[in-house]
């Protein structure tokens, strides 16, 4: 994706995160449900795992203290956003990464051991 565009996404994530979350609030069974499809999804992993999208946290706080991975790494395009999940969701296996899933500088970071 340009640069611009997403310039354009993070300005709008940034300024939306209070919504976000009482949005997220009115649809929480959403995302209980989708953390535990992923939790079956990712049972029996024991390495990292990299969620893109992570957004304020909603189903980063309700799956990462579930798995007992290595490292998870929520990775979030607008700071403020990833500021939220931190808050949500921090912990010692945790990492918190703001980027562009779409570039090569943030997939080789992710993809570190």
Same mark, same amino acid.
């Given at each position: 994706m340009?640069?611009?565009?997403?310039?354009v996404?993070?300005?709008?994530?940034?300024?939306?995160?209070?919504?976000?979350?009482?949005?997220?609030?009115?649809?929480?069974?959403?995302?209980? %449900?989708k953390a535990?499809? !992923?939790?079956?999804?990712?049972?029996?992993?024991?390495?990292? &795992?990299?969620?893109?999208?992570?957004? =304020?946290?909603? &189903? /980063?706080?309700l !799956?990462?203290? /579930?798995?007992?991975?290595?490292?998870? =790494?929520?990775?979030e !395009?607008?700071? =403020?956003? !990833?500021?939220?999940?931190?808050?949500?969701?921090?912990?010692?296996?945790?990492?918190? &990464?703001?980027?562009?899933?779409? =570039?090569?500088?943030?997939r %080789?970071?992710?993809?570190?051991?």
């Amino acid at each position: 994706m340009s640069s611009d565009w997403n310039d354009v996404q993070r300005a709008h994530y940034d300024g939306f995160v209070r919504e976000y979350d009482q949005e997220g609030a009115r649809r929480a069974r959403g995302y209980v %449900r989708k953390a535990r499809i !992923l939790r079956e999804a990712l049972e029996g992993v024991r390495g990292p &795992v990299l969620e893109i999208g992570a957004g =304020t946290g909603l &189903v /980063t706080g309700l !799956l990462a203290p /579930t798995l007992s991975v290595e490292k998870y =790494t929520a990775l979030e !395009l607008s700071p =403020t956003m !990833l500021e939220a999940a931190r808050e949500r969701a921090g912990g010692p296996r945790m990492e918190f &990464v703001q980027g562009d899933a779409m =570039t090569r500088s943030c997939r %080789r970071r992710a993809s570190r051991p």
